[in-house]
């Protein structure tokens, strides 16, 4: 995916400004940024909530969001989620991710509302998955979830993302998503995306400011 | 239209408009016999008690429960569940109005059974019912609208209470302008119904009435379906 003079403004707050840059495919691609800066605004730019100015390039015919909220109705049941998801799309994408996933350790009989935050995540994947879009935007996807959950999250993630042709753009704050999947990393600051960075210089500037 | 029935089954909407229909029976029987002190009920002022709870204090009644069913997509960020569904503004809008008129169908059976059965007046039965489900798809189709509009709950519901009143105050103008509160008491289409049940307005009379509520009800949603078209935006940006 790439950005040519990419402008965004909401509320008459001026968030980027003619930023041109590429996400590549097959990677995952950690954006960061203080609170503010338009981290999310950016991704639900490119779902079409908020306008902007000049192009944004990309081959994907289908883009999912998942952001850190449920995204899935609460009062269905773990198993309305697999019976819908098994309707709509290809039984070998929802058998590999029912399995990478391990959805059978799931209590699916229970209503998603009484379901843990990572279980409700790993159906959330399964069902938004499952549709093999070829960009995906994880927005403070790992934020609530106990330390073995991120864990096997982790795993998953590095599995299925690393497609070559899926690009993916983790919106994060969570530097544990930084430690436990490699990728690229990008920083928003004075209206722009700045690429190029490695791991220890994003996590030195992002948190010590240096 | 399945996922929403299911949703309806399990968050027990459908069992709440049925106690919420239940509710406005009895409230229609408490008005007659304590606030108008009616010694002896009769079917006739029993059924224009309970009417007028349904026009008169329907919004209170329904408005909270109807837009609950959209705001809980916007609260939980749901639109993208339906995006992955193919659902656009239109037919998200649609299979909720669908699924509340379905709870609505239910409720109104339930009420039309509770009035006409002590009195075994079944004749009227289908009369009754029509009569209190064009109401009820009235509030369905206006409430489902404004809970789409407004991602905040209480906005949404004051705002239905500001548009009843205000409804009210201009068809109190002009009897052209009855149409911003078609089925308030004050109006016409009211006025006919409390006449056919003093036996003074022929059946035929009273059907071409009821077919009037239903044109008027498909009107409303056309242009709601319009106007939810027109604000897709507001759609993504209130659920995602």
Sequence with gaps: MQLYNYSLKVKNKLLLSNVNIKFESGVINHLLGKNGVGKSCFAKSILGVFPYKGEIKTNAKSIVAIGSYTNLPLDLLGQDILDLTRRLYKKETVDYLFNLLNIGDIPLNNRLKNLSDGQKQKLKLLYFLSKEPELIILDEFTNALDKKTSMDIYKFLNTFLKQGNITSINITHNLSDLEYMEGNYYLIEDQNIISGLSKEEIINYYIKGE | ?240
């Design chain 2, 1 to 240: 239209m399945k996922i929403e029935l299911k949703r309806g089954i399990r968050n027990k909407f459908f069992l709440i408009m049925l106690f919420l229909n239940v509710l406005s029976v009895f409230l229609g029987y408490v008005l007659l016999v304590v606030l108008d002190e009616v010694t002896k009920v009769t079917f006739q002022n029993f059924v224009e008690s309970v009417y007028t709870v349904y026009t008169q204090l329907g919004i209170f009644i329904f408005s909270p429960i109807i837009i609950k069913q959209i705001y809980t997509d916007y609260k939980e960020k749901n639109i993208m569940f339906y995006k992955a569904l193919n659902y656009n503004t239109s037919r998200y809008y649609i299979s909720k109005v669908f699924m509340v008129i379905m709870g609505t169908i239910m409720g109104s059976i339930i009420a039309t059974l509770l009035i006409c059965v002590p009195f075994g007046k079944f004749n009227l039965f289908f009369i009754v019912f029509l009569k209190i489900e064009a109401v009820m798809i009235f509030y369905s189709i206006l409430m489902t609208f404004l809970g789409f509009i407004f991602s905040n709950f209480i906005v949404a519901f004051c705002v239905s209470i500001a548009a009843w009143i205000i409804g009210m105050q201009i068809s109190a103008i002009s009897k052209n302008l009855r149409f911003f509160a078609y089925y308030d008491a004050i109006n016409l289409d009211y006025q006919e119904f409390i006449k056919f049940l003093k036996n003074k307005l022929a059946f035929q009379s009273i059907f071409i009435n009821i077919g009037e509520n239903y044109l008027f009800n498909i009107i409303i949603l056309i242009i709601c379906i319009a106007l939810v078209n027109i604000l897709k935006r507001k759609w993504i940006s209130n659920g995602v």
